[in-house]
């Protein structure tokens, strides 16, 4: 009896494991699904959010709490989507603006280098009260300056939702969902992308608990602006 239990529980403990480890390993690289288009609500409510599994960040900077930052990505015809899922119990968020400073805050962040022949990429931010900063960075050997982006109206604007975690009125953390179009990215090369198309990218989070923490799927210098560093996007 003693066995047929082990040999069960042996059973029910891999079940767990498996659920458990729906992420996908780091290897620099990550596999992208095709979906249809859909609306982002901040909850990561969309069933084909299940068509990909988490990508956890690794936190690099320690001064303040430890905490978990997942992500998932998808693209469609029109657009890329990204889920982050943060980990947290202080939101540090003031900054009542889009365009504003907001990598001084509490934030998400992703960048997205399509062309590699040259150093010209998009990086979007989002604060946890769903502020937004899109911009292009022309990037010569370290000395860089955003552009932010000109007639930004129709189908050039991004779509964005956040949503505060919280249990019996504590917070644990937040959730950044949002939808960057094709439109808004031109005129980089080599969008929109296709089946076995490779764009260079990472993605980061930064967090203001007392002293501030940085997580990034991929490991840069100093600056989140290392591009040479970022990881692939593959496009299936």
């Known amino acids: 009896m003693n066995k047929i239990y082990s040999f069960f529980a042996i059973i029910l403990l891999s079940s767990a494991l498996t659920v458990k480890a729906q992420k996908t390993a780091d290897t620099g690289t990550l596999t992208i699904p095709k979906i249809p288009d859909f609306e982002v609500d901040g909850k990561g409510t969309g069933t084909y959010w299940t068509k990909t599994n988490w990508v956890s960040l690794t936190q690099r900077r320690k001064e303040g709490k430890i905490y978990n930052t997942d992500t998932k990505v998808l693209y469609s015809d029109t657009g890329i989507y990204f889920l982050f899922h943060c980990q947290d119990s202080l939101i540090t968020s003031t900054m009542k603006e889009d365009f504003a400073n907001l990598y001084l805050e509490d934030v998400v962040e992703v960048f997205l280098w399509t062309d590699e022949s ?119």
Not at 128 to 143: A, C, D, Q, S, W
Not at 181 to 198: D, E, F, Q, R
Not at 202 to 210: A, K, V
């Open 118 to 236: 040259l150093p010209i990429y998009f990086e979007y931010e989002l604060s946890p009260h769903n502020y937004e900063l899109p911009i292009l960075v022309p990037n010569t050997k370290g000395t860089f300056l955003g552009w932010r982006p000109w007639h930004y109206e129709g189908d050039r604007k991004t779509r964005h939702a956040t949503y505060i975690e919280t249990k019996n009125n504590v917070i644990t953390g937040w959730n950044a969902e949002f939808f960057i179009p094709y439109a808004l990215l031109k005129p980089l090369n080599n969008v929109p992308p296709k089946k076995g198309t490779k764009w260079r990218a990472n993605m980061y989070r930064i967090d203001y608990d007392n002293k501030s923490s940085t997580w990034s799927w991929q490991l840069t210098g100093p600056s989140f602006h290392d591009y040479e560093k970022f990881g692939t996007f593959i496009f299936d």
